[in-house]
């Protein structure tokens, strides 16, 4: 696959690694756009935005400076978006299901 864009062995070798990382994951990022489309039907679209910024940019950053002063690879960088996605997810999913118990009370 890897091949279509480049005969580099060395850049074929770290686009085979980002495969390896982030495509078994990559169900986080569908739950991801799914807890933003089930928020944005509750009228919660700034909590999406909220969300969204929170887990793409500033968490991200935030892991970047941690473990980028701690481990000096480029898997750890490729972890990032997992990481990112598993932790927006999460923190959708929980303020998803805080909204649905204050609507049942």
């Not at 495509?23 to 039907?41: D, H, K, N, T, Y």
């Not at 473990?67 to 998803?96: E, L």
């Amino acid at each position: 696959l890897m091949s279509i864009f480049t005969n580099d062995p060395v850049v074929i070798k770290a686009g085979i690694g980002l495969l390896r990382v982030i495509m078994p994951l990559c169900e986080f990022m569908g739950l991801m756009q799914v807890s933003a489309g089930i928020l944005r039907g509750y009228g919660k679209s700034m909590a999406v935005m909220a969300f969204s910024i929170g887990g793409m940019v500033v968490l991200r950053q935030i892991y970047l400076f941690i473990v980028m002063n701690r481990f000096h690879t480029i898997q750890m960088i490729y972890w990032c978006y997992p990481v990112c996605w598993i932790a927006t997810v999460a923190a959708s999913y929980i303020y998803y299901f805080m909204l649905v118990r204050k609507r049942a009370a």
